[in-house]
């Protein structure tokens, strides 16, 4: 059954009794050194940096977005027991910042220089000292400042600010864009397991911290039908700490063992299949070996918005969009915002309703930033009082200050 309810700024649908999804699950996930989840947890950190300054200096976030960065690999050159860089990875802030308010500089290139530099220096170490920095950041106004006499457009100064009385979202937010967030709960086992392994083998864990040869750049596409499960795994090595052919091919005997043990934990009863490093060719050293534990060491790119979704999942079965959140300014980026306002709001559907909840959430660019446009909400359970998800909705809507608090002091892991 649906409900189309009339709301200030646009509709609410309500879908009860909705199927619920199916059991074939396929899903991917990118690992912390991923090129691609380099460029989008970058990309974020320079947005909450950048933040954090104008909000202590001027005490407003000015405008930003730094959320079309990318990442060009550089050279290694890999040996049993050793190894090193040949040439260094290009890290492309690409995006806009606002440089000054009220003729007071802002020393953005400082700010992204020490924030990379950190950045590396925790997730990649051996990268850290091979950077090469390369601006691209405008404060280029918006499309729409049409130049009428002598007056200068209000537009304009939206990335030039005299005062942060310049800032329209000051007074209201506003919907930057036209755009889609997605959000689905709850998770199934397989879907639960998948990014339990990822961080197991690319985070810190008691297999890595025992393990020191294991490097980060871990991506996993599965399958799983709810009985059996097809998984291919890539687990790079570092060189310098695999002494030979036999101690790289022990090491992945190590990996696959965990595989098993964890499944063995998380999918009782169920037929768990493991292809790990498919491309290794042992007779040939062609192996999943590298300097830095990630294959941005070598040729490989990173670009925000390429790899996971704000859920972390890759989930092509599931609602998804493609949106790059990363790195977009979290005051008014509905990209940014509407995604994880709608997964906030599908788990607390899901626990309210006890079934699975999908909830859309699609805005109109200048309409205020609570007032989606379009709010689908599609509940499995097929008894739900509507008024109650009509709070919960607008009880969401109402939170996008908190929430980017949140996104400012680094309370927010995205992907």
């Known amino acids: 059954m649906r409900e189309t309810i009339t709301t200030e700024g646009g509709y609410l649908s309500v879908e009860?009794?909705?199927?619920?999804?199916?059991?074939?699950?396929?899903?991917?996930?990118?690992?912390?050194?991923?090129?691609?989840?380099?460029?989008?947890?970058?990309?974020?950190?320079?947005?909450?940096?950048?933040s954090r300054y104008t909000v202590e200096r001027f005490g407003a976030v000015l405008h930003h977005n730094f959320d079309k960065l990318a990442l060009l690999g550089g050279a290694s050159e890999v040996r049993y027991g050793a190894g090193r860089m040949t040439a260094p990875v290009r890290v492309l802030v690409n995006g806009r910042a606002a440089p000054m308010c009220g003729g007071e500089k802002i020393p953005v290139e400082e700010i992204v220089v020490a924030e990379v530099g950190a950045f590396f220096a925790?997730?990649?170490?051996?990268v850290s000292e091979h950077l090469n920095i390369t601006f691209n950041i405008t404060s280029n106004s918006s499309p729409g400042a049409v130049l009428t006499g002598d007056a200068v457009p209000d537009r304009t100064r939206w990335f030039n600010p005299r005062s942060i009385d310049d800032l329209r979202e000051r007074r209201v937010r506003l919907s930057n864009d036209t755009s889609l967030g997605t959000g689905w709960a709850p998770e199934n086992p397989f879907e639960l397991f998948v990014r339990e392994l990822v961080d197991h083998f690319?985070?810190?864990?008691?297999?890595?911290?025992?393990?020191?040869w294991c490097g980060s750049d871990v991506k996993l596409m599965g399958y799983w039908d709810g009985e059996q499960a097809d998984v291919v795994l890539c687990v790079p090595q570092k060189s310098r700490l695999v002494a030979s052919r036999a101690e790289y091919v022990r090491n992945t005997e190590s990996v696959l063992a965990e595989c098993h043990r964890l499944a063995g934990l998380r999918l009782p009863g169920a037929e768990t299949?493991?292809?790990?490093?498919?491309r290794d060719v042992p007779e040939k050293d062609e192996l999943y070996l590298t300097y830095?534990?990630?294959s941005i060491e070598s040729g490989d790119e990173g670009v925000v918005g390429r790899g996971n979704r704000v859920n972390g999942l890759i989930t092509p079965l599931r609602p998804m969009n493609l949106e790059g959140a990363n790195g977009k300014n979290p005051v008014y980026h509905v990209g940014k915002l509407y995604n994880i306002a709608a997964q906030r709001l599908a788990q607390r559907l899901h626990e309210a309703t006890d079934g699975h909840a999908e909830v859309h959430l699609v805005s109109t660019t200048g309409q205020r930033l609570d007032q989606p446009w379009r709010i689908l909400v599609r509940l499995s359970s097929p008894e739900v009082e509507t008024d109650k998800v009509q709070a919960l909705v607008a009880e969401s809507l109402e939170g996008f200050p908190a929430l980017t608090d949140e996104l400012v002091s680094d309370g927010i892991v995205l992907s």
Do not use: W
């Open 273 to 278: 299949r493991f292809r790990l490093n498919a």
């Open 202 to 212: 690319s985070g810190e864990s008691d297999f890595t911290l025992s393990h020191a």
């Open 292 to 294: 830095t534990g990630s």
């Open 16 to 50: 009860t009794g909705a199927a619920k999804p199916g059991a074939t699950t396929i899903v991917e996930r990118k690992g912390l050194g991923h090129p691609d989840t380099l460029a989008d947890h970058l990309a974020e950190r320079l947005s909450r940096a950048y």
């Open 122 to 126: 925790e997730r990649l170490p051996e």
